[in-house]
């Protein structure tokens, strides 16, 4: 919000402002210290002394439409008409009371009242009159007022108010219910009520009778300077404490200004003498008859004066405490000592159920104390926790149904056991502070949860809850009025559920009442809740003791002024005039709007729709921001309506046009160029995608032809001429079973050999079995001067892990053919083979010569290159790394014990084959 101010640099005649006003026209008048400003758009005509005027202090203006204007000075009435002006003073006009006129109130054209510091003149077709019954007035006239009713004038004055009909005069002071005689502003609202403002509170006038409204606990609150009625019947006082909204008589609060001077209201309840008694928190109960309260303590017998329930058995009133009960006796008009009250002494009273003379409940801390009218019983809850009792309710059959803090839900049954009743319904309840039935089967509890509707004939329960317009889930008060209403109390106000639209419907129709409604004692109290039979509600607070009285009905149901406050186009404030045209690229847009409701700004609605993008408005909704992003070219209109305090809505939304351009892209030579460079990426994208193909199939082909190195490896010449020999030695030594052995593992291994080289991966059981058939052949041709270990993890499924095939065997081969050459051990092979992610880890280990003894022998033996099987398996290695860009690697060690070869480590790092995607 922005103020623009205007100064003596402006034109300003001074920049003390004394009077504002405007005549019909729309020029504003400005009264200063020296004189008056008339504005019309941005220019300043002066009018002073200099023009006539009798003087340039200026107290008060008053107009008659364009023809005529008064002006009260400090020194006498300036009367300007058609540019000229005419003055009176005292001196020149005897009749007048005194030259510094304070007020002006035109009758007519030709006639006005002139209020000045010594009463009241009459000024007609410019003559002063002084009648004798405006001469009884002697005091500084302040203000007036008109009647809305009878058109009678009312005088605001510092001695005092003054009624004018005709010739009659009649006065009010302080005798007859004025706060104070200093009357300071009038205000006449649409009903026909006058509103009178003092330096000691706020007064409202009706039907002759004067009701003193204190508007603050403060004093300067009560110093009523200025009131003014709006277009929503909502008064507003200005005082010496800020602004203050006077909210129609749907609550009326008392507190101390009341006579009452406790915050704190427990137990409210009123008597068969129709006296209000209420419960405090420290200072005791008081008895209210309507127009003072008087206060009962411990001063006066009462046990304690932290007051809870409050309860009438026959002529007794009993008054629960947090150290027992008190028993208040109508005829003695005194505090008295009971049988009740000699047993309950020292207990902590927090519920009263009477259920006859004869029957009476008080629930404590864990118990429950039974009165039959002549002696105790006492009902054991048996709580986990001690939790205090603070509801009790008998229904129809008997059950006694018990609200606990903390300890839950309850029923006391007949036989005198105790059920969890909401464990029992499958609620999750600890706390419930009060329950109510509305009907034999319909109950109601209110918990730290909400509100839950129990329905004991059908077992169905409903929840209640924020989500249902109650402003808080922590309910302390139920209370059902005589309209078939269900009130609930929380810590954030008050809320009403109609019963009627309930029980048919099944519709939850929920009013809440806070601050804002004039439910100015916010938190409820535990239970601090009474009905009267005229449907007077009475709500005990922590902020004092409220009395509902019923909606005003004669209140007008105005609807809301809605307005678009503000605009954005991306994160940027913009100016969005109607009509605008916008790039193509301002194409997020957001609209900030309000709709101005006095009454209650927080019940304002929202509904809105940009035509041309949304097809419905929006659900009502309190945010006070729409943003629309990635808006297509078009034109647009953006509407906006509210709702008021009563749910009704604008006639005529506020609306905002605006186009948005097409962007260049749209136009054909753009699509051109564009369709042009699309094709020559997809040209490039071709061509790469070629490439990377034919280099792939040329890896394929490759690795295909060292794979069939590889089998040539396994199947070398030499292999199967070593194979026949010891084939041939068993049958020349007449082994034919170890003959028959050799040569079935032969054929099997030839037969794996075969199947493996024709698929891009095995399974890690086949490949170990074709490992573990060449090692024992290897064995037996060795006559079994080596044996060997294979170790799998047992997290490893070796016939679900595929890996690429005739990887293991060259190098088992190296140990055999190489590491155990020369060797005066029984040699020893271990695999083993382990999963990393991904990965097999595969740790070939031998107890071998090491490879510097075995490249001494192939030296002696001119065999210096390097074994076809490990050359064949590394170049297939590194074909692989290639083609799958996957990590498979070779670390060999060499083992040492005390610088002694103690044979070779060989870690093979192998990838695990995905075949379904290496097929597709």
Not at 408 to 417: E, I, T, V
Not at 520 to 547: H, K, P, R, S
Request: charged residues 20%.
């Amino acid at each position: 919000m922005q103020f623009k101010n205007y100064n003596r640099q402006d034109g300003l005649e001074s920049n003390w402002v004394t009077s504002i006003s405007m005549c019909t026209s729309g020029k504003l008048w400005i009264g200063t210290s020296k004189g008056i400003n008339i504005i019309s758009g941005d220019t300043f005509h002066t009018l002073s002394v200099n023009n006539g005027l009798i003087s340039n202090s200026i107290n008060t203006i008053a107009h008659w439409g364009d023809s005529i204007s008064w002006i009260g000075t400090n020194k006498g009435l300036s009367v300007v008409s058609s540019d000229t002006v005419k003055n009176f003073d005292k001196e020149h006009y005897p009749q007048l009371p005194d030259n510094s006129i304070i007020s002006i109130f035109p009758l007519t054209k030709d006639s006005v009242y002139i209020g000045t510091s010594n009463g009241i003149a009459l000024l007609v077709n410019n003559k002063i009159y002084f009648p004798d019954h405006l001469q009884k007035i002697k005091a500084t006239i302040k203000c007036f007022a008109r009647s809305t009713i009878d058109n009678s004038i009312w005088v605001g004055t510092s001695k005092g108010l003054i009624l004018l009909k005709g010739q009659k005069v009649k006065r009010y002071s302080v005798f007859d219910g004025l706060p104070s005689n200093n009357i300071l502003t009038l205000c006449p609202d649409r009903n026909g009520k006058m509103w009178i403002g003092t330096d000691n509170g706020l007064v409202e006038y009706q039907d002759n009778h004067f009701e003193m409204l204190f508007v603050d606990e403060l004093p300067n609150g009560n110093y009523i300077e200025n009131i003014y009625e709006d277009r929503e019947s909502n008064i507003w006082l200005g005082t010496y404490n800020g602004l203050y909204k006077f909210n129609s008589e749907t609550f009326r609060h008392y507190s101390f200004k009341d006579g009452l001077p406790a915050n704190f209201i427990y137990g409210i309840m009123r008597d068969s003498e129709e006296q209000l008694w209420v419960g405090t928190q420290k200072q005791g109960v008081f008895r209210y008859n309507g127009d003072y309260f008087t206060a009962y303590n411990s001063t006066h017998g009462l046990v304690g004066n932290k007051i809870g329930p409050i309860k009438q058995l026959g002529n007794h009133i009993l008054i629960g405490t947090k150290s027992g009960l008190s028993e208040y006796d109508l005829t003695t008009k005194r505090i008295i000592e009971t049988d009740r009250t000699k047993f309950l002494k020292g207990k902590k009273i927090n519920s009263i159920l009477v259920e006859s003379p004869d029957r009476v409940l008080f629930g404590s801390n864990g118990f429950i104390y039974e009165y039959d009218g002549k002696r105790f019983k006492t009902h054991n809850l048996r709580l986990e926790k001690s939790g205090d009792v603070w509801a009790m309710l008998r229904d129809s059959i008997g059950n006694l149904w018990v609200g606990t803090y903390e300890s839950g839900l309850l029923q006391l049954l007949p036989n005198d056991s105790v059920i969890n009743l909401g464990n029992t319904l499958g609620l999750d309840i600890e706390t419930a502070l009060d329950i109510k039935t509305s009907s034999p089967h319909d109950f109601w509890i209110g918990t730290f949860q909400g509100v839950f509707h129990i329905n004991t004939r059908t077992n169905h329960v409903n929840h209640i809850g924020t989500e249902d317009g109650i402003p808080s889930p922590f309910i302390y008060l139920l209370l059902l009025d005589h309209k078939n209403n269900l009130w609930i109390g929380s810590n954030q106000g008050v809320s009403r559920m109609d019963l009627s639209t309930y029980s048919r419907f099944g519709d939850i129709n929920i009013t809440s009442f806070g601050k804002n409604d004039g439910f100015v004692g916010v938190e409820c109290n535990a239970q601090a809740a009474w009905a009267d039979t005229n449907n007077q509600l009475w709500f005990g607070t922590v902020n004092g003791l409220i009395q509902y009285v019923g909606e005003n009905s004669d209140k007008p149901d105005v609807l809301n002024k809605t307005y678009i406050t503000g605009t954005r186009i991306f994160y940027n404030d913009t100016i969005l005039k109607q009509g605008s045209v916008l790039a193509y690229r301002q194409n997020q847009i957001s609209f900030t709007f309000k709709g101005i409701c006095l009454s209650n700004p927080k019940k304002v609605r929202y509904s809105y729709m940009l035509e041309g993008y949304d097809e419905n408005w929006s659900p009502p909704t309190t945010d006070r921001v729409a943003a629309y992003s990635n808006l297509k070219p078009g034109f647009y209109t953006f509407k906006v309506k509210s709702s008021n305090v009563n749910g009704h809505w604008n006639r005529n939304p506020t609306t905002l046009s605006f186009t948005i351009l097409a962007p260049v892209y749209t136009q054909t030579w753009f699509i051109v160029l564009s369709s042009g460079i699309l094709l020559l990426i997809l040209f490039l994208i071709y061509w790469v995608r070629l490439k990377q193909i034919q280099r792939k199939a040329q890896l394929e082909r490759k690795l295909d032809n060292l794979e069939l190195q590889a089998l040539r490896s396994q199947m070398n010449p030499h292999f199967i001429f070593n194979s026949m020999n010891s084939i041939q030695h068993y049958i020349n030594g007449n082994e034919q079973k170890q003959a028959n052995i050799y040569l079935t593992k032969f054929a099997r291994l030839m037969r794996l050999i075969l199947e493996n080289s024709k698929v891009p991966g095995v399974s890690l059981e086949k490949d170990l079995e074709a490992l573990e058939i060449y090692i024992k052949l290897e064995q037996m041709r060795f006559e079994n001067r080596f044996d060997y270990t294979i170790d799998i993890a047992n997290s490893i499924q070796p016939n679900s892990i595929h890996i690429p095939s005739m990887l293991l065997q060259p190098f088992v081969e190296n140990s055999i053919n190489h590491g155990f050459s020369k060797l005066n051990r029984i040699g020893h092979i271990q695999i083993s083979i382990q999963q990393k992610d991904d990965y097999l880890i595969c740790t070939i280990t031998d107890n071998g010569i090491g490879r510097v003894a075995a490249d001494k022998i192939r030296q002696k033996k001119n065999r210096l290159h390097q074994s076809a099987g490990l050359s064949i398996t590394q170049s297939r290695i590194q074909t692989m790394k290639q083609k799958y860009g996957q990590e498979l690697s070779i670390q060999t060690t060499d083992l040492y014990k005390k610088e002694k070869p103690l044979g070779t480590k060989v870690v093979i790092t192998i990838p695990i084959l995905n075949l379904q995607k290496e097929t597709t």
